[in-house]
C-alpha cells in the first residue's frame, strides 16, 4: 500500500531555511487525482495547514507562510518537498506530509509518521 | 474560516456515548450541495487519521460507533459506546476553503 515518509534535518538554525522531503513509496506520485500537502503541529497544538502540489506542479499555499515557502514535486523520484525559509522559534513543530484526495471530498487520507523539527542556535 | 470545538476534555466511562461539538464562522455548504467538514482523530504518537468526512461519512474502516451530523456551521461527532482505544484528541476541521483550518481539539480520556 502507499506509505509516506518525510526526511530532513531535525535541527535548524534561525534565519536559516528548513527543508523537508516525503517520499512516496508502493505507488506513483503521478497517479490519481491527488495534492500532496504539507501539516506542521507545533508541541500541544492543532494541525496547521502549509501548502499542497499536485503531480503537474500546481501549488497552493497558506498565506501566511507564502512569502517564505516554496513546494515542489519531482515525479521522477516519486517524492515533494517544502522549503521554508528564514525560520524562527515560532516554526518548530512535527512537520507531516499527507495526501489529500482531490475533488469532490478533499480529505487527508493518507499520512507520514511526521518528523519533528527544532530551531534553534 | 474559525473553527471551535467544545468541549476541549471530556472524560468517558467506557460503554457510554460521547458527543464533541463543532462550529465554523461561517458555512460549510458548497454550491454543490456537500458540506466540506471533517473529523480527525489522533491517538498519542501518531499523525490524524480521517474518522469522517463531508460531515457524515465515515471513513474507510471506521467503526460504525462513530457518526458526524450536522450542517451549515454546527456539527457534531458522536460515538455510540465509548472503548479504550478511542482515547486521543479530536479535530473537526473544514475543507470549504484551501486555507483548511481545524479546531482547538477534544482530548477524550477514559474515566
Known amino acids: 500500500q502507499v506509505q509516506l515518509q518525510e526526511s530532513g534535518p531535525g535541527l535548524v538554525k534561525p534565519s536559516q531555511t528548513l527543508s523537508l522531503t516525503c517520499t512516496v513509496s508502493?505507488?506513483?506520485?503521478?497517479?490519481?487525482?491527488?495534492?500532496w500537502t504539507w501539516v506542521r503541529q507545533p508541541a500541544g497544538k492543532s494541525p496547521e495547514w502549509i501548502g499542497r502540489?499536485?503531480?503537474?506542479?500546481?501549488?497552493d499555499y497558506n498565506p501566511f507562510l507564502r512569502s517564505r515557502l516554496t513546494i515542489s514535486v519531482d515525479t521522477s523520484k516519486n517524492q515533494f518537498s517544502l522549503e521554508l525559509s528564514s525560520v524562527t522559534a515560532a516554526d518548530a513543530a512535527v512537520y507531516y506530509c499527507?495526501?489529500?484526495?482531490?475533488?469532490?471530498?478533499?480529505?487527508?487520507?493518507?499520512w507520514g509518521r511526521g518528523t519533528l523539527v527544532t530551531v534553534s542556535s | 474560516i474559525v473553527m471551535t470545538q467544545s468541549p476541549l476534555s471530556l472524560p468517558v466511562t467506557p460503554g457510554e456515548p460521547a458527543s464533541i461539538s463543532c462550529r465554523s464562522s461561517?458555512?460549510?455548504?458548497?454550491?454543490?450541495?456537500?458540506?466540506?467538514l471533517e473529523w480527525y482523530l489522533q491517538k498519542p504518537g501518531q499523525p490524524p487519521q480521517l474518522l469522517v468526512y463531508?460531515?457524515?461519512n465515515r471513513a474507510s474502516g471506521v467503526p460504525d460507533r462513530f457518526s458526524g451530523s450536522g450542517s451549515g456551521t454546527d456539527f457534531t461527532l458522536t460515538i455510540s459506546r465509548v472503548e479504550a482505544e478511542d482515547v486521543g484528541v479530536y479535530y473537526c476541521?473544514?475543507?470549504?476553503?484551501?486555507?483548511?483550518?481545524f479546531g482547538q481539539g477534544t482530548k477524550l480520556e477514559i474515566k
Open positions: 499527507a495526501r489529500l484526495s482531490g475533488a469532490p471530498y478533499w480529505y487527508f487520507d493518507l
Open positions: 508502493g505507488g506513483s506520485i503521478s497517479s490519481g487525482s491527488y495534492y
Open positions: 502540489i499536485n503531480a503537474r506542479g500546481n501549488t
Open positions: 461561517q458555512s460549510l455548504l458548497q454550491t454543490n450541495g456537500d458540506t466540506y
Open positions: 463531508l460531515a457524515s
Open positions: 476541521m473544514q475543507a470549504l476553503h484551501t486555507l483548511y483550518t
